[in-house]
């Protein structure tokens, strides 16, 4: 490979991990409040930013005492015996750890935002406050910034830095004008009850999500196998929105002043749009381009297929059909193995082909109309990390899992209007099998019945019990008879004799005769 490919998928591959910000005020869907002390409570909450990272408990809350740290929680080793309010000493002198379950604060600063939440979470702590030390230039007097330290002009965002996958706690980000008084009153060894509450916007009772991806996106495949059922099994109380994650050529630079593609495989329409190779060798295996056209594929057939009834069974069918046959080097290209997929799915494949042909081709130097819709989409939504979800509009935050979105989509609902499957599957253990299933299937239910099987078990018993006795009085009734009929057949010859005795009197003189006879 050139020195320039190098450079050139180095390019790309940097697009790739640079952060697209979105609009942190917008669509926060969480609340902070202090309950304890009353002159820190505000009737609105407390304005704060969401953490890009961890797992909220969608439609819940966190409500625990709050402890400042007198550190910064860079270093793994967090001290909970420090910090304020000063507690009690134990036994050993030193003061008593924070008491769990507990809501840390420590400042901003030394560290990423993933290392302090990640180092709060090894310390026990249920969620994390993160007190900005810089004021914004747009609180103006509202906040008075350190000597010497200038306003910031553009809001902090709590981004993820690429390894906050295991952060399972949520945190939030408190400005400096706000974060001062709470610090001020913990420092005073008063007691700070704090809330940290999650609700996702719940117009009416049709939930709208967004799942964003590619298609050698590795970790979004497990959920697509899986999410499949639950998609089917909200039906049309779900609207459901897939898009391909690409980038603009033109932007990144791919496109040279000439208009030659100077991204070579990475990109389609001469350097238009663009995707990362998923192998990292511009000669050789799946490329960029093929990357584009493949998202093309499943943009148009989500327009046939999808988008009028927003559950879009075949689209999905053809994900795991292609996930199934097709995705490999030697045939991710393969239209025979694609026409086979779309087969299975029930996709006419020229209709296909004629959409993709109609938005613009993939070839020519011209715009694509479902592409650029794609780069819109893409630039509005502020997608940070791949693979992403959204619902009603909110992004859904920590690992893409079934279980998150299932249950980020069921505390979408308006109030009362949940469909069925929500109600029964979304509390349960394990909601995949569930929502397969219909019904939630638990290992404290294992081995139970029913109350149908309950009382008809128990009806057979009683009259199979009921049969027992009945036999059993029976044979005792024919012992007792063959009892009695043995006393009386012993005792009947005796009985006969007695009276024969009683019945022949023998004279006297008859006697003396018949023994004279007989001597």
């Not at 960029?288 to 559950?311: M, Q």
Request: some cysteine.
């Amino acid at each position: 490979m050139t020195s320039f490919r190098c450079m050139a998928l180095a390019a790309i591959t940097a697009l790739a991990m640079k952060p697209m910000v979105a609009n942190a005020a917008g669509g926060v869907s969480s609340k902070l409040q202090i309950h304890i002390p009353k002159t820190l409570t505000r009737s609105d909450g407390y304005d704060h930013r969401e953490a890009l990272f961890g797992v909220p408990p969608y439609g819940g809350s966190l409500q625990q005492s709050l402890f400042y740290a007198d550190s910064d929680l860079c270093d793994p080793n967090v001290d909970t015996r420090k910090g304020y309010p000063i507690r009690a000493k134990g036994e050993d002198g030193q003061m008593l750890p924070w008491p769990s379950p507990y809501i840390v604060m420590v400042d901003r600063g030394g560290c990423t935002f993933v290392q302090k939440v990640r180092n709060a979470q090894r310390s026990g702590a249920a969620g994390v406050i993160i007190a900005d030390n810089t004021c914004l230039c747009s609180a103006g007097d509202a906040c008075y910034s350190d000597p010497g330290v200038d306003c910031e002009t553009r809001e902090p965002i709590m981004a993820d830095d690429g390894s906050g996958s295991d952060i399972s706690i949520p945190s939030f980000l408190m400005f400096k004008q706000d974060a001062d008084p709470v610090k001020a009153e913990l420092m005073a060894n008063h007691m700070v009850r704090i809330e940290m509450a999650w609700a996702l916007p719940s117009p009416d009772d049709r939930v709208e999500y967004e799942f964003w991806t590619t298609p050698t996106d590795l970790v979004a495949k497990d959920f697509q196998k899986k999410f499949k059922d639950a998609a089917l099994a909200l039906g049309s109380r779900a609207y459901f929105t897939p898009h391909m994650y690409i980038y603009d050529g033109i932007k990144s630079g791919c496109q040279g002043a000439d208009g030659e593609n100077q991204c070579y495989t990475l990109c389609t329409n001469n350097g238009r749009y663009c995707a990362t190779d998923p192998d990292n060798d511009l000669d050789e295996g799946i490329t960029g381009a093929d990357v584009v056209t493949e998202s093309l594929r499943r943009i148009c057939i989500w327009k046939h297929y999808g988008l009028d009834d927003g559950v879009g069974p075949n689209w999905w069918e053809y994900v795991n059909e292609f996930m199934y046959r097709c995705d490999t080097e030697d045939y991710f290209t393969n239209m025979d193995c694609i026409k086979d997929a779309m087969a299975h799915a029930g996709i006419d494949n020229s209709k296909i082909n004629q959409c993709m042909t109609d938005s613009g081709g993939l070839k020519d130097d011209a715009p694509n109309a479902l592409l650029q819709d794609q780069l819109a989409a893409k630039d509005s939504s502020g997608v940070v990390i791949l693979p992403a979800a959204f619902v009603n509009g909110a992004a859904i935050r920590g690992a893409l899992e079934f279980e998150v979105v299932f249950k980020a989509i069921c505390a979408g609902y308006l109030a009362g209007t949940q469909p069925g499957i929500c109600k029964e599957c979304a509390s349960c253990p394990d909601e995949h099998t569930c929502v397969v299933n219909g019904f939630c299937h638990t290992p404290k239910a294992e081995g139970a019945v029913s109350n149908q099987v309950f009382l008809v078990s128990m009806l057979g018993l009683t009259v199979l019990f009921g049969c027992g006795i009945f036999i059993q009085w029976r044979r005792a009734q024919r012992q007792t008879r063959d009892q009695v009929r043995s006393i009386l057949a012993e005792y009947m010859p005796l009985d006969e004799e007695n009276k024969l005795g009683s019945t022949a009197i023998v004279d006297d003189e008859d006697e003396i005769g018949a023994e004279g006879v007989f001597s």
